[in-house]
Every structure is written in C-alpha cells, then in structure tokens.
C-alpha cells in the first residue's frame, strides 16, 4: 500500500529536463510548482487553474498558474466528495469539475467553488437503482457506487460526457441527465487497455490504448472511426487537445498529431521520472510526474 505523504509547494526551484524536437541530452530547466505521492492526471481550464488528481491523498488539487493552492477536492472515502483512486480530471469550462473516482465506480461532479454535486455510478449498481446522476446516498445509508472503474472522463460543449471503463475495457456516452448513448466497438475499435481520451475538432474523442500502444479515433456516439498513423507508443500515459493539436504524452516524450498534417512534431523529456501527464497555455507548459508539477516557457 502506498504510504501518505503531506503536500509540499516548492516555488522557483529549478530542476533538470530535456525537451527538444529531437531525443537529445541537453537539460532545460523548468520550476517545480508542487509535490505529490502518486500524481494520476492533469488538466487546466480556461482561466488557467490547474487541476491535479493525487491517489495517495485520495484528492484533486486545484492551483493557480504559479502554482498557490486554492482548494483541494476530496479525501479517502466512499460517501459523496470522497474518493478512492481519482484517476481523472475535467474542468469543462470552469464552472463544473467532473472526476474519475476509479475505485468508488463513478464520476463525481462538483461546482466551481468545490462543492459536491452528484454522482454518476459506472456499471451495475452495487443496490441497484436507476441510472443517472444522483446527489443523495441510498436510502440504506450506503453510498452510491458502480461495478466499472473509470479512469478518464471527459464532457463536450454539447454536454455529453465521455467515460472509459478500465473494467470493460470500453468507451462509454452519457448526456448531461445521465442517460447512455450508443456504444459501437468492433473489430480494430475493441480496446484492449484503455487508459486516457482527449476530445477534439469533428467532433472526435480520441483514446489512448497502452495495450495496443496507440491511439484510437472515435465520433462523437461512440462509433470507432480509425487507428491514428503513428509509431508504436508502448508508454502512452494522456492525451491532450490545445489549438486543435493533439498532444499524446508517453513516458519520455510528447508528440504533435494534427488532423490535416499527421505528426507535427516529437519533442524528447528527459526527466528523473516517467511523465503522466501535460497541459498546454499559451504563455507556458506543464509537466506531471508521479511526484512532481513542473512549468516551463515551452517547446
């Protein structure tokens, strides 16, 4: 079991790592902008507030672009607010907050100030009931909670929200009341280990498979459309939209995917641990790792 550690911020301290367009040793530096114990996921809303999901502290962490702590979601539990593993953050545009809670088996909504909404349960219901978002417990007292394990979550401007279920191993649709959409994976879209989804331009989700060491294109139903034209990618971690440029995040490297032009770019990270995630603004450039936050200038 994987020990708790406090939270640490550490301002202007500068750390070692290489990018560049091509592998390369020459280290840049970068400012390390908090600590965690086990970091899953990353992402940035539109003002610019960082959102960090840490499973050791079973919690979201939300950040200023320099890295102050304004308020942190969550802690262990099952009951609503609490998490088990949050694997995965969507700030939407700011005002909603949707959060993978892997273990608990459902996404967890919350409003812009971090208060607790409702939640949606993934797969069948441990007592049963009705699908959709619910805000109260059952009437048991036990908590609501679903049988899948969500490890990526996503909504749309339409609000369609995007699920894939680490248990089934697929790519789930829900609208914005909590009703399923149309699921359709055969042939070359079954997936095999899903692990991340970015949505773009099209409309068009796309996810990051590790077992296939690829990423894979869907519309916006579900329906599986093609296998991105890219090398091997056998430590694919996230995924990530910005200017219509998709951004897959491997261990040691980033590449640049664009719809019209293919693979843009391949830009080396050299750090003293595997990257998990990035975020992209146009005045800088985040870095996730396992125990580490880090901003940048940029490529």
Known sequence: MIAKVKLLLVL??????????????????????????????????????????????????????????????????????????PSDVDPTNGQLILVADAYNGRIQRFSEEGQYLESLPIGQLDRGGSDGWTFQDEQDGGSVQGDGRPVAVARDDEGTIFVLDASTRRLLTWSDLGRSGRISETGDGRLQDPVALALGSGPRVYVADAGK?????????????????????????????????????????????????????EHAVTLKEPLVDAALRDDGLYFLTPTRLLRRAGW
């Not at 965690?36 to 079973?58: M, S």
């Not at 200017?243 to 640049?256: D, F, K, P, S, T």
């Open 12 to 85: 202007g301290i500068a750390v070692g790592a290489t990018v560049s367009d091509a592998p390369a040793q020459t280290p840049t530096r970068g400012q390390v902008l908090a600590e965690y114990g086990d970091a899953q996921a990353l992402a940035v809303d539109p003002r610019g507030r960082l959102y960090v999901a840490d499973a050791v502290r079973d919690a979201v962490e939300v950040l200023s672009p320099r890295g102050t702590r304004k308020m942190v979601l969550g802690g262990s539990g099952t009951r609503p607010g609490e998490f088990d593993l």
């Open 213 to 265: 060491e690829a990423v894979l294109v869907y519309d916006s139903f579900g329906t599986f459309l093609r296998r991105l034209a890219l090398p091997s990618l056998p430590t694919i971690r996230s995924l990530t939209v910005h200017r219509g440029r998709l951004y897959i995040v491997c261990a040691e490297r980033v590449l640049v995917w664009d719809r019209r032009d293919g693979l843009l770019a």
